[in-house]
């Protein structure tokens, strides 16, 4: 009973409401400062291509009134496409030394590194360039060498900047 009543009374008067929502004037924009009015015409003077968006072009208009799109996919397409997304990933086990139980690691996706194993290649490469190369990380680790190569040319974490202390003289305050 009580929902009968309350859907009477959220229906009650609706298209008067709506109306009245329909007719409500809309927000003005906020009032441009006077300063920047000149700014405003110089660059409508200098530029006035502006004005072309707000202008409907009749050309346009109808290429787009020409245009009829009739699809006729049949449904076993779609199916197909489905059943390959839901594909399980191929795991691979961890390659790196540490325990990965510990941080609630089982099996990584191929393509993909725990944070653990980029850890340690972003090391192994830093420590044995000519032998961690891009490629042999990829092959390793079953990465893209796009990947790999971004990967080692963007990601730092070892490198710590010390900066020196500035050298400026200071006079010493002293309390009386």
Do not use: C
Request: aromatic share 6%; hydrophobic share 35%.
């Amino acid at each position: 009973m009580g929902a009968r009543v309350s859907r009477a009374l959220r229906n009650f008067n609706l298209e008067r409401r709506a109306h009245g929502e329909i007719g409500r004037q809309q927000p003005r924009p906020a009032p441009r400062h006077p300063g920047t009015e000149a700014l405003l015409q110089q660059q409508l003077h200098d530029n006035p291509q502006v004005n072309e968006v707000h202008i409907k072009n009749e050309k346009l208009v109808s290429f787009l009134k020409d245009v009829y799109v009739d699809s006729t996919d049949s449904a076993s397409k779609n199916l197909l496409i489905d059943e390959k997304s839901k594909q399980v990933p191929e795991y691979r086990l961890p390659k790196a030394i540490l325990n990965h139980e510990s941080f609630g690691i089982k099996h990584v996706p191929k393509g993909k590194l725990s944070i653990v194993e980029a850890l340690t290649v972003l090391n192994n490469h830093k420590l044995q360039s000519q032998v961690w190369t891009a490629d042999k990380i990829a092959e390793e680790y079953s990465l893209d060498l796009q990947y790999v190569k971004g990967l080692l040319e963007f990601f730092k974490p070892f490198e710590i900047k010390l900066l020196p202390p500035k050298q400026d003289k200071k006079e010493q305050i002293t309390a009386r």
